[in-house]
């Protein structure tokens, strides 16, 4: 019988049958694009510790169907699916999800690092080919340190033993200790979401600028172009995104940025549309196969080059 709350469990908006057509056929003819980061939630589920009825734009269901209409408008073949709860229990849901929806290639997952079991939890996971990484909400933790503390070590092993990627959410204090693991786990694959959350609001480059400059001579480390307009001010304009993403562009190159849109978080800053065709406009200075592979090649070879789903659904 299915778990309560999983994927097949309940047809809610967004989790019906129509979640299940792939993007049309016309996006397969084009170099694979894949959207490195998005969500999906049941609220009914109760273990988004964040989530609260205020958040009027975000405080509904949203699942495959939901998503499906954007994949087919931008000719975009694939997803990576993330965590949004501290739950394995809603790792499980996603996977269930990721099961029937052919455009999902992988999940991100969570588990908590610190858990004496951990490594044996992220084991028992990584059995299901379409777990690609996990990322524990770093944002959310008190303490600054928590990322460097020794309860880690087993569970970032686990991590390289699986061939999973660490998605790391952190702000940019966090980008000091993040060098830490990445030195002490040369083998560990480190996504930094969003950008690390840079300080666009306040049109503050400092001290995040000099920060993912180092972290970015790490060739274990890579970074999503995601996030970015929910750090902005309301009513954002590329020019105030342009310094932050052309330094992203200058220290990680366009070989090591993978594009997301986070969504439907992005929709508390305008929306799946307008990130798009920001991201069009702030690319454009790349030749084709650069912008290729950020909307998309860097993400099948980060995520999908020993686990998930093939290249092609």
């Known amino acids: 019988m299915p778990r309560k709350g999983s994927y097949v469990d309940r047809a809610?908006?967004?989790?019906?049958?129509?979640?299940?057509?792939?993007?049309?056929?016309?996006?397969?003819?084009?170099?694979?694009q894949i959207d490195s980061h998005q969500h999906f939630?049941?609220?009914?589920?109760?273990?988004?510790?964040?989530?609260?009825?205020g958040l009027t734009e975000l405080y509904r269901d949203f699942g495959p169907s939901n998503l499906q209409p954007f994949l087919a408008r931008y000719g975009i073949a694939q997803t990576i699916l993330v965590q949004a709860?501290?739950?394995?229990?809603?790792?499980?849901f996603l996977l269930d999800i990721a099961r029937r929806a052919p455009f999902v290639a992988g999940v991100v997952g969570w588990v908590d690092f610190a858990d004496a079991h951990g490594a044996r939890i992220i084991a028992d996971l990584a059995e299901d080919e379409l777990l690609v990484g996990l990322r524990p909400m770093v944002q959310d933790i008190p303490d600054d340190d928590w990322l460097v503390g020794s309860r880690l070590a087993p569970a970032f092993r686990a991590l390289v033993n699986h061939d999973?990627?660490?998605?790391?959410?952190?702000?940019?204090?966090?980008l000091s200790r993040l060098l830490v693991v990445a030195d002490r786990h040369p083998d560990l694959i480190?996504?930094?979401?969003?950008g690390a959350k840079p300080p666009i609001r306040e049109h503050r480059l400092d001290p995040w600028r000099a920060d993912m400059a180092a972290v970015a001579a790490r060739s274990n480390i890579v970074s999503k172009l995601s996030g970015?307009?929910?750090e902005a001010e309301p009513g954002w304009t590329i020019e105030d995104l342009r310094p932050f993403v052309d330094h992203l562009l200058k220290v990680f190159g366009p070989g090591r940025l993978l594009?997301?849109?986070?969504?439907?978080?992005?929709?508390?800053?305008?929306?799946?549309?307008?990130?798009?065709?920001?991201?069009?406009?702030?690319?454009?200075?790349?030749?084709?196969?650069?912008?290729e592979a950020v909307l998309g090649g860097n993400a099948k070879r980060v995520y999908l080059s020993r686990r998930g789903r093939s290249s092609s659904p």
Not at 190 to 194: A, K
């Open 12 to 32: 809610g908006p967004g989790f019906g049958e129509a979640a299940l057509r792939v993007p049309p056929a016309r996006a397969m003819e084009l170099p694979v």
């Open 41 to 53: 939630w049941q609220i009914d589920r109760g273990d988004y510790h964040w989530m609260s009825p």
């Open 85 to 92: 709860a501290q739950t394995v229990d809603e790792t499980r």
């Open 164 to 174: 999973l990627v660490f998605d790391a959410l952190v702000f940019p204090r966090h």
């Open 190 to 194: 480190i996504v930094i979401d969003h």
């Open 228 to 230: 970015l307009v929910t």
């Open 259 to 291: 594009w997301g849109s986070d969504w439907p978080v992005v929709n508390l800053a305008g929306g799946y549309e307008s990130w798009r065709e920001a991201t069009e406009v702030l690319l454009a200075p790349l030749t084709p196969a650069e912008r």
